[in-house]
């Protein structure tokens, strides 16, 4: 059951992303629609998303386990922040931008949390919240910082990695998760609905994008290599890291899964809308999503 719960997730992310394209070709979203869309999406409705992400009840008898698990995710982002200092040196600023983003940052968000309660209940679903803090910390602040660090104003840098509504988002929403105060229901409720758009018009950010590709260009030597190292060699890494430190199965299951997820939508968002290859964004994205059908449930077994 959870294997064909897993297909449907996959493939109604991809019906989206051929939607953003059908609108694309037929005119209803114009290049600067678009632009609206990737402002949209940065400013209020991913940053709702990570908020929504952190309402989560924090069962202090599970701390032990949360705290393992947060290590592992700490420990990883750490290793992927240390590969990405040498591994893509060899390409061109714009594509090294993006393998860097892509490295760091999976799509867990949107296909990983479902994926996790699907195979282990809710205990999943708050061990994969739980695993994703530190990846949306270096996600809105490292990450952020390959697209926005192209200015030699190295203070102004700083202060708009710092205040970028993404990682503000990070900071209220860890805020709220570990004191656990009480948000009010209309409050909550209004990011919650406004976080929900998240999958969708990613999605079809990326559809748009999409349009303008040569698909026949997508598989190609750098997006196959990539797909590679994100769907098999970082998860086996996490299974390693995980039984070094002796997780129980539940919490090892999640950090494996989650880290095996493919490249996050958001690379492509940001390389549009911060002037890298959007292009080849699109491509890892796509591609990594696509491998992301069989490795996944292979991961899960």
């Known amino acids: 059951m959870e294997i064909v719960r897993l297909f449907n997730l996959q493939g109604s992310l991809f019906i989206m992303i051929l939607a953003g394209a059908v609108l694309k070709r037929k005119g209803i979203i114009d290049e600067p629609g678009k632009r609206c869309l990737t402002d949209l999406c940065v400013n209020i409705i991913i940053p709702c998303n990570i908020i929504k992400s952190c309402l ?29 200092r040498f591994l893509f040196n060899g390409f061109g600023e714009q594509q090294k931008k993006v393998l860097q983003y892509c490295t760091i940052v999976s799509n867990g968000g949107f296909l990983g949390n479902p994926v996790a309660e699907g195979v282990y209940g809710s205990l999943g679903l708050l061990y994969a ?34 205040t970028h509504p993404c990682l503000v988002a990070v900071y209220i929403g860890l805020f709220l998760m570990f004191t656990q ?25 990326i559809g748009t994008i999409l349009a303008d590709v040569d698909v026949r260009t997508i598989i190609n030597k750098t997006t196959v290599g990539f797909s590679i190292f994100r769907l098999v060699l970082l998860p086996a890494a996490a299974l390693a890291l995980s ?36 292009e080849f964004a699109t491509k890892c994205v796509v591609l990594s999503t696509l491998l992301s059908m069989i490795t996944i449930p292979m991961w899960v077994m």
């Open 129 to 162: 919240s739980i695993f994703l803090i530190p990846m949306r910390v270096v996600m809105w602040s490292a990450g952020t910082s390959y697209f926005v660090a192209g200015t030699s104003d190295k203070k102004k840098v700083i202060h708009n990695i710092l």
């Open 243 to 278: 039984r070094a430190l002796g997780l129980d199965p539940v919490a090892s299951g999640v950090a494996v899964i989650m880290t095996g997820m493919p490249a996050g939508a958001t690379a492509a968002i940001f390389a549009a809308r911060y002037g890298s290859d959007a």
């Open 56 to 84: 989560i009840e924090f069962d202090l008898s599970i701390m032990k386990a949360c705290g393992l698990l947060l290590a592992v995710g700490i420990v990883m982002q750490f290793f992927c922040l240390f590969l990405n």
């Open 181 to 205: 105060i009480h948000v009010p229901e209309a409050a909550a409720s209004t990011v919650k609905s406004i976080g929900g758009c998240n999958s969708a018009i990613t999605m079809f950010i």
